[in-house]
């Protein structure tokens, strides 16, 4: 007799778990809906997994920030410790939704599936998408296949891998891609196709676990951008600069001789570019500028990166820039 996989449920909130009070209605209220009440809207799916729940908090993911994500990863942690537990699913509001799957993609284990999924229209809207991304988020962590990929997110019958994934649009239920790499895989509630064998199996976590990430500005560039608009964005307290760059993660010149300069002071700077898709390379000014180049890595998530490798004590350009590489 087959065994039902057990899947621990972490709930955030989000979209997924919100309410309209209207099937048609624009406004909603995001993260409303407890983790207890949604196991039991999505018992009568007939999901064949065993699944238990943990409300980690009900917010709307734009709210999502250190503290959450350190009670998360606690227990995201004792999950995967489980022997009892074969995956974990976290729901998640999609606004920041890449960023928490890739944070924990760089700091958990790789031994079991751990699946982020959200909605883009709330629980009592026509057309739900909720249900059916989770019930596709169930058969994905319940595949043994499904370890070894890192953190992985499932939206729209597709899923991504954490590093890849980004949402693009604000509306509709087609609302992520992946870049470089689009989908890994397909599912849907009777069905999953992965794109090729896991590539992680048996890794350790990037990057230990840091309750008090450092402070890292994304700051956004524009035509005409000046030192001043660099300068009122960087405090005592800033350790790191993302830049979004226009094109390949360039800059006016004053705004790069105003970032030189806090590199030359110790402050870490990559570049990244506000373009939706694209691989910003190392360029011959960066290494006298004393720049990172994000490569693949859009700003959020280059921020995630740098973010750790500061906690983490790395603070070599070159070293930092081989990690960028390396995704």
């Not at 196991?39 to 699944?51: F, M, Q, S, Y």
């Not at 509630?189 to 199996?201: D, Q, V």
């Not at 490798?309 to 990690?323: V, Y």
Request: charged content about 20%; aromatic content about 6%.
């Amino acid at each position: 007799m087959l065994v039902a996989p057990h899947i621990r449920i972490l709930a955030t909130g989000g979209t997924i778990a919100g309410i309209a009070g209207s099937a048609i209605a624009h406004e909603y209220r995001a993260g409303e809906i407890g983790i207890e009440d949604y196991l039991e809207k999505v018992g009568g799916l007939g999901l064949a997994a065993e699944l238990s729940g943990t409300q980690i908090a009900n917010i709307d993911s734009a709210d999502m920030g250190p503290s959450i994500w350190n009670s998360l990863y606690l227990a995201a942690t004792e999950a995967l410790a489980d022997d009892a537990c074969d995956g974990v699913i976290i729901t998640h509001g999609t606004d920041t939704l890449e960023e928490t799957a890739f944070l924990l993609d760089l700091t958990l284990p790789s031994n079991k599936p751990v699946v982020v999924v959200g909605a883009m229209r709330p629980a009592d809207a026509v057309g739900y998408d909720g249900l059916r991304n989770f019930a596709n988020a169930v058969g994905v962590a319940s595949n043994a296949d499904a370890a070894g990929r890192g953190v992985l997110v499932v939206m729209g019958d597709r899923v991504f891998a954490a590093r890849d994934v980004r949402k693009v649009r604000t509306r509709g239920t087609e609302a992520f891609r992946g870049f470089p790499r689009e989908s890994i895989g397909l599912v849907t509630p009777s069905s999953l196709e992965w794109f090729g064998s896991a590539w992680r199996s048996g890794e350790a976590p990037a990057f230990a676990w840091h309750d008090d990430l450092p402070e890292v500005a994304i700051i956004y560039g524009f035509a005409g951008m000046d030192a001043d608009c660099i300068m009122r964005q960087v405090r005592d307290t800033t350790r790191g600069v993302v830049l979004a760059g226009v094109g390949e993660g360039n800059m006016a010149s004053a705004a790069r001789s105003a970032l030189a300069r806090l590199a030359s002071d110790g402050l870490a700077v990559v570049r990244a570019s506000r373009a939706d898709e694209g691989v910003v390379d190392r360029e011959p000014e960066d290494m006298a500028n004393g720049f990172i180049a994000s490569r693949a890595l859009n700003p959020q998530k280059a921020r995630i990166l740098l973010q750790l490798m500061l906690a983490n004590g790395i603070t070599d350009p070159a070293r930092m820039q081989s990690e960028f590489d390396r995704r």
